[in-house]
């Protein structure tokens, strides 16, 4: 990773933490680092999410909140993955996030948050980002996944939308 983006990413991490102490916070936008900062394989203690909100143990993504950097947490076939074993694997890793797959349409995943006040509102900025980004990077492992649309209530963290890896460049 290039010094600028070094302290690009040093300077929007120490922004959403100085700037998410409390939840009437106003949105603030990050930025998520592209694929030259994802590690291959690593370890998800660094992330700085509560152990309450977030389980590594069957998680295909994780995230270096330190290094600001993704991590494939363990190897794996994406020819063996299917729509249900990462939902399935996603609602593990975020016990108190839980989502639901409503469709698949061609390259997209269809996928809704009904009780989303966690997400937005409960995990600050960092920890609904690297939900977003994780969820969103496990979900297009799958072959033939290239979007995931999400669906649930706007809130001061999370906005729901289309989400591409490119999203998090």
Not at 8 to 33: A, E, H, Q, R, Y
Not at 73 to 96: C, G, Q
Not at 148 to 159: I, L, Q
Request: proline share 5%; charged share 20%; hydrophobic share 35%.
């Amino acid at each position: 990773m290039g010094y600028g983006i070094k302290i690009k990413s040093f300077i929007v991490v120490l922004i959403l933490m100085l700037g998410c102490d409390s939840p009437t916070n106003p949105k603030s936008d990050t930025t998520i680092p592209n694929d030259s900062s994802i590690s291959e394989v690593g370890s998800a203690k660094d992330n700085k999410v509560p152990q309450s909100e977030y389980a590594s143990t069957d998680a295909l993504w994780g995230f270096d909140s330190n290094a600001f950097n993704l991590i494939k947490l363990r190897p794996f076939r994406n020819d063996t993955l299917t729509v249900e074993s990462v939902e399935k694997i996603i609602n593990t890793t975020w016990p108190r996030v839980q989502i639901r797959v409503q469709k698949r349409a061609n390259d997209t995943l269809f996928i809704s948050i009904p009780n989303s006040e966690i997400l937005t509102q409960q995990m600050g900025s960092t920890g609904a980002h690297i939900f977003m980004v994780t969820t969103t990077y496990s979900f297009t492992e799958i072959q033939g996944i290239k979007y995931v649309s999400y669906a649930f209530k706007v809130g001061d963290h999370a906005n729901p939308g289309i989400y591409s890896r490119g999203s998090f460049d």
